[in-house]
């Protein structure tokens, strides 16, 4: 979000004065978000509703959750939702739980904040029969038991009081604080949330600013204390990112300065669309990465991102020194004026077998690597095949009879995804006969891709209208049907447990 505009992050549960006999406050629930826009969710996968039994689902995993080749996003429903209907989701879960519990609504997002939004465990706990815990965890004072325990102030509004942060005297009225009884004067509490929402990035989490006390400062006294409208704004971020990290059924888009978020029905390891036009995988958060699992794909990039490569280089291509040096006396090869042949064969074969590991790593690297720019390359093939759909439509073609073009880019990026993304699964994956047949299938669907790519970028001009069509259509159909066995194939080996992976 640029701007402040939209939405109020303002809890409408302003505590009334309690009398001594009345035992306790009432909680008022209500939230006032101001003026949120109530925009329809993109919604994914089906009709919106309950999912069938048919769903399934696996947790979240590292694996890719049975997702069957070609599917996609299909069977796997999910809502696309702007950060106001975040919020709006937010107050939903605080006024469910609240019908319940009875709290200031401040009190109820602090409490479901600190179990990570799971209503039921909130539930569970709350009615244990020990809430004085509770509200000690969670770092607040008990509602029920702050009216009846209020003290009764004795000090004029017009008496002066010394605050223990800036040591100047101002009015009792211009300090403020919280139900633990520290005050501090308008200007430090200014001063001291802001230095912890936009320096430190805080925010669910701000505390009193009184030595070892932590009691946290509700969302009201935030929004009343603070007067710059960018700061109210960093915080209501900040809450409203605390929220959704907290949720397993929702994922912020990667995509940069993309501010939507994604929502399941349940968490899985399957491919998830943003408006925006990104599609990733929700377990994980990388670009969507069929046929590799999360897990592999993350050791992929951590072993791309690090230096282990570099020492596997260095071991790899320095040269043995058999001669006698004063570094080398001291050396397990040397025993006195006795040279070990079997510790320098195995330094030798050290050697080797680190070369050996460089090499493979650099082999399916590269052809990582090539799938990658011609991935980037194939993206800009969009505005080539856009011109020439626009030639054909000049020359009788309607709108409709031009979309083939479209598709095969979709095709040929589609089969450039997953053939970049084989080699990662290639490259943890032992060799046996299965590992043999996915090989295979592998090298036909690089050539398929190879020829698809080679006809749209260079001969698609030399053919004549009525030829490029059919042309096309073919190339991009059998390309479709070799990813799909391939993606069936290697889905029937995570069923039926077919890999065998090096762990390296």
Excluded at 296 to 310: A, M, N, P, Y
Excluded at 381 to 409: D, G, P, R, T
Excluded at 471 to 488: F, T
């Amino acid at each position: 979000m640029d701007s402040d505009e939209g939405y109020n992050y303002e809890f409408d549960d302003e505590e009334e004065e309690c009398s001594e006999d009345s035992g306790e406050e009432e909680a008022d629930d209500t939230l006032d978000l101001g003026e949120v826009e109530l925009v329809e969710p993109v919604v994914a996968g089906g009709e919106r509703g309950e999912c069938g039994e048919n769903g399934g689902g696996s947790g979240g995993g590292g694996g890719l959750g049975g997702l069957g080749a070609g599917q996609d996003e299909e069977d796997y429903r999910f809502e696309v939702l702007t950060t106001e209907q975040i919020l709006q989701h937010m107050v939903e879960c605080i006024r469910e739980v609240n019908e319940v519990i009875q709290n200031p609504a401040t009190i109820t997002r602090i409490l479901l904040s600190h179990f990570n939004w799971d209503k039921e465990k909130l539930m569970e706990r709350y009615f244990d029969g020990n809430l004085d815990k509770l509200f000690s965890e969670c770092h607040v004072i008990n509602p029920s038991k702050k009216a009846r325990t209020r003290p009764m102030s004795t000090r004029s509004s017009n008496q002066d009081m010394h605050c223990q942060i800036c040591y100047l005297n101002f009015p009792n009225s211009y300090f403020t604080g919280l139900e633990c009884g520290h005050k501090f004067c308008m200007q430090c509490w200014g001063d001291y949330l802001t230095t912890k929402i936009i320096e430190e990035g805080m925010g669910q989490t701000i505390s009193c600013p009184a030595h070892n006390c932590d009691i946290l400062v509700d969302d009201n006294t935030v929004m009343r204390l603070i007067t710059d409208s960018k700061v109210k704004l960093k915080y209501q971020h900040l809450i409203t990112n605390s929220f959704v990290e907290c949720n397993r059924l929702l994922k912020w888009c990667p995509a940069p300065d993309c501010h939507h978020v994604v929502k399941v029905q349940y968490p899985d390891a399957k491919p998830v669309r943003c408006k925006c036009g990104r599609q990733f995988c929700f377990n994980c958060g990388e670009n969507w990465h069929d046929p590799v699992k999360c897990k592999w794909l993350r050791k992929w990039i951590k072993k791309c991102d690090d230096d282990s490569e570099t020492s596997n280089w260095i071991a790899a291509n320095t040269k043995v020194q058999h001669h006698l040096n004063h570094q080398l006396l001291f050396s397990k090869w040397y025993n006195c004026n006795r040279y070990n042949e079997d510790d320098a064969k195995a330094a030798r074969d050290a050697q080797e077998r680190s070369r050996a590991a460089l090499q493979r790593y650099l082999f399916y690297c590269n052809r990582y690597m090539n799938h990658m720019q011609s991935l980037r390359f194939e993206h800009k093939l969009y505005a080539q095949v856009k011109q020439k759909m626009e030639e054909m439509q000049q020359h009788n073609m309607s709108w409709i009879e031009v979309q083939f073009l479209k598709k095969a880019v979709d095709v040929l990026c589609q089969c450039r995804s997953t053939l970049m993304f084989t080699y990662v699964f290639a490259f943890y994956l032992k060799k046996n006969n299965q590992s043999i047949i996915f090989e295979n299938n592998q090298a036909d669907l690089e050539n398929a891709t190879e020829v698809l790519s080679g006809y749209l970028e260079r001969d698609i001009s030399q053919d004549s209208l009525q030829d490029i069509k059919q042309k096309v259509q073919d190339k991009y159909r059998y390309c479709e049907s070799r990813r799909r066995v391939l993606l069936q194939h290697v889905h029937e080996g995570y069923e039926k447990d077919l890999w065998e992976y090096i762990e390296d």
